[in-house]
């Protein structure tokens, strides 16, 4: 299977925000609004932060948001914190037989 | 509340099989689809497939589904993921997580180390 694409790494001072981004294609990200948010802390399990395209989860923080234009999707963080340092991952339904792909992640740093 | 707890480490060697067990509480299993997802030393998530809630039946990543068997103990309230033909590059964290396409609940991962 195909991994979404995304950059291997953003970086943002405490407090700015920044945008990842999540590359698909119409058979994922642009055919669906099933697009989710994974975090993901050092040796930890990944935690959801956004499902289908922008909705939180309860207790994940308001800084967390998310949007889809055509085939890409994006999570902005704002008032970076230095806890939002992680990896984060996106994820999609895709049309065919794997119905389910991850994007190849973005390491998070907060300088 | 909802939780996932997987079954412990394994070692095994080239050409065995290992069976994960992932114990659901706080919640019946069959009532969500279970996720099963793996990750490499270092490397990103690979989606490996997932029971239907709808269905009951598995869905399997194609490169995986000659290899792969997901199951459910219902009377257990237990999932099960088995990989059979193990090679070193199966060597992961195998993570299970509620749900087919928005994970909410995650296991605390099983690693799993091939190696002769």
């Known amino acids: 299977q195909s991994a979404l694409t995304q950059p291997a790494s953003v970086s943002g001072s405490l407090g700015q925000s920044i945008t990842i981004s999540c590359i698909g294609s119409?058979?994922?990200?642009?055919?669906?609004?099933?697009v989710s948010w994974y975090q993901q802390h050092a040796g930890k399990a990944p935690t959801l932060v956004i499902y289908?395209?922008?909705n939180r989860p309860s207790g994940v923080s308001n800084r967390f948001s998310g949007s889809k234009s055509g085939n890409t999707a994006s999570l902005t963080i704002s008032g970076l914190q230095a806890e939002d340092e992680a990896d984060y991952y996106c994820?999609?339904?895709?049309?065919?037989?794997?119905?389910?792909?991850f994007g190849t992640g973005t390491t998070v740093t907060v300088l | 509340q909802v939780q996932l707890v997987q079954s412990g480490p394994e070692v095994k060697k080239p050409g065995a099989s290992v069976k994960v067990s992932c114990k659901a509480s706080g919640y019946t299993l069959n009532d969500y689809g279970l996720t099963w997802v793996r990750q490499a030393p270092g490397q990103g998530l690979e989606w490996m497939g997932w029971t239907s809630a709808y269905s009951g039946y598995p869905n399997y990543e194609q490169n995986l589904q000659v290899r792969v068997t997901m199951t459910t103990d219902t009377s257990t309230n237990t999932a099960y993921m088995e990989l059979r033909g193990l090679t070193s590059d199966d060597t992961a964290v195998y993570y299970c997580?509620?749900?087919?396409?928005?994970?909410?609940?995650w296991g605390q991962g099983t690693l799993v180390t091939v190696s002769s």
């Open positions: 289908e395209v922008s």
């Open positions: 997580a509620r749900g087919s396409v928005n994970l909410e609940y």
């Open positions: 119409s058979s994922d990200v642009g055919g669906y609004d099933y």
């Open positions: 994820s999609s339904y895709r049309s065919g037989n794997t119905p389910s792909v």
